[in-house]
């Protein structure tokens, strides 16, 4: 009977695969990738971009560039000799996550310009139903792949909806407006802002930063490669392991700060306070950009040009609040007002709220948003989560950094998930759906650690936390032993449904 429904199914227009991935960032992508060497060829990549590469595909602000060394972002089994410099740009990732994907022949697994509206489980058959601007599809299992920082929030503030000059999202830059001789505001001083400042600032006539936290700022270790180094990468591949291991080792030491003995962040501080000192003259703003909680509780900024970019005659760092955005200007608290031409809005992204959790409906009727809404944003090992079933996440729950690359957490799930996939082959599995037990303990537990990080005890609202208060964004250990706990799939830690009993 299940062949009929497929058929009537299939009449209507809905096609049916194995496995549907949502989104080709770094994660999809590589998923992509693993399942297709895998001989795991029945999937979809449903994607809302015309591209891949997620983030760095949306992200084209000026100045965009990561602040992991390239060598250690970039996946293992895909290195490239051929960056240019150790922090690379937006427009470099971009064409490196695209040559892979082309290398590697998963673009005809993709369908472009999809915007997922609805992915439903269908507990009678055993699958999901998804809703697309691309038509409908059906799939065994679905893997959720969006990524943490894919909605952008904008800010609640009076008026903002009036303003007449240019407005736009730091993600959604808008480059058909020239920015050249124009009265321009930023409102933000993240990760976005402290690299969209220092590009525009000498292009513009005035620039007034809204800050309503001060970062932290360390300093960017950044430099082009110079030619003998390109040609040892490209001859001698161990010479670019060596240096892919040596950025992780590196980097890797920050967790012991970050997430064991917080005061020895101490020393960072020093190094950062320093930092203030000798690129910002004047006093008075180097007291208003001294933040006043513990470095690394927000996440740690690096750039040499932010500081100095402020202490320009024509930039103005405003810390009053914002009360109200006019037609052309914004008016602070003590009331100020300040004439404007260009509002950049780098305020960040949904992260524990995204609007992404609405569409998802689980087993019991309720929404991802409402599941977390009730019990706050918990999932097991970052992959799965309870009420969800044959469903994995890239990047769920307590996956996320602030030090290193993600692309090393990425692959730790590409592991993980992989494998569940081929025990659900081998084991004959009609469902696999994470026990709430499993999941409480790994919550707790992870919990326990995160108590002691300094996210939570370091003075800061940040938005790594959700609405109940908890930190359920980042992961409060070195990476390794994420690594080690996502090697297997732990079959013991699910309720599990054979085809064969459904037969019955
Ligand atoms: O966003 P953010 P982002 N009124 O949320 C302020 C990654 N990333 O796009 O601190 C006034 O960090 C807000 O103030 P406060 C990276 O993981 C990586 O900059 O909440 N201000 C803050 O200053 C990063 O962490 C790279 O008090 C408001 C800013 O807006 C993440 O993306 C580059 C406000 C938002 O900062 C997000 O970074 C870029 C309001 N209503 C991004 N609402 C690299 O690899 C918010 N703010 C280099």
Request: hydrophobic residues 35%.
């Amino acid at each position: 009977s299940r062949k009929v429904t497929d058929k009537v199914v299939d009449n209507r227009g809905t096609r049916h695969v194995k496995t549907i991935i949502v989104g080709s960032g770094f994660a999809g992508l590589g998923l992509a990738i693993r399942l297709s060497e895998q001989g795991r060829g029945d999937f979809l990549v449903l994607e809302r971009g015309s591209d891949v590469g997620g983030t760095w595909r949306d992200n084209t602000y000026p100045g965009a560039a990561c602040d992991v060394p390239s060598h250690l972002y970039s996946y293992s089994f895909a290195p490239n000799p051929n960056w240019s410099r150790s922090f690379s740009k937006q427009g470099e990732i971009q064409s490196y996550i695209r040559g892979v994907a082309e290398r590697y022949h998963v673009l005809d697994r993709h369908v472009f310009d999809c915007d997922v509206t609805s992915i439903r489980w269908n507990d009678d058959d055993a699958r999901w139903e998804i809703g697309s601007s691309k038509g409908d599809f059906t799939a065994d299992t679905v893997v959720s792949a969006v990524g943490a920082l894919c909605e952008p929030a904008l800010p609640d503030i009076k008026g903002i909806n009036d303003f007449e000059g240019e407005i736009f999202h730091s993600a959604r830059w808008n480059h058909e407006v020239d920015l050249t001789g124009k009265r321009v505001a930023v409102i933000g001083t993240g990760a976005s802002s402290i690299q969209i400042v220092p590009a525009i600032a000498d292009q513009v006539a005035a620039l007034d930063v809204y800050q309503r936290t001060a970062p932290w700022l360390l300093p960017r270790l950044d430099r082009p490669y110079l030619l003998p180094e390109r040609l040892a990468f490209k001859h001698l591949p161990i010479v670019q392991k060596l240096s892919r291991s040596a950025i992780y080792a590196i980097r890797e030491t920050q967790v012991v700060g970050l997430a064991k003995f917080p005061p020895l962040m101490k020393a960072f501080e020093a190094i950062s306070r320093t930092k203030l000192q000798v690129e910002i003259r004047d006093p008075e703003l180097r007291k208003k950009v001294t933040p006043n909680y513990r470095i690394g509780c927000k996440r740690m900024l690096i750039s040499n040009e932010y500081y100095p970019a402020l202490d320009r005659d024509n930039v103005d760092v405003v810390t009053d609040p914002i009360a109200e955005v006019k037609a052309g200007s914004i008016v602070t608290k003590d009331g100020t007002e300040r004439e404007i031409d260009a509002l950049i809005v780098a305020t960040g992204f949904h992260v524990t709220d995204s609007p992404t959790y609405n569409v998802v409906v689980g087993k019991d009727g309720r929404t991802l948003a409402e599941v977390f809404d009730e019990g706050g944003q918990q999932g097991y090992k970052g992959s799965t989560i309870a009420n969800f079933p044959n469903m994995f996440f890239l990047l769920g729950p307590n996956v996320g950094l602030g030090h290193t690359s993600m692309v090393f957490m990425i692959e730790s799930q590409i592991n993980y998930i992989s494998d569940a996939l081929a025990t659900v082959d081998k084991l004959g599995l009609r469902t696999v759906e994470v026990r709430e037990d499993a999941q409480r303990a790994y919550n707790i537990d992870l919990k326990k650690k995160m108590d002691k990080t300094v996210w939570n005890t370091g003075g800061c609202a940040s938005w790594y936390m959700d609405k109940h208060g908890n930190n359920t964004t980042l992961w409060p250990d070195f990476t390794f032993e994420f690594r080690r706990l996502t090697k297997h799939f732990d079959v013991s830690a699910y309720d599990t449904t054979t085809a064969e009993a459904d037969l019955k």
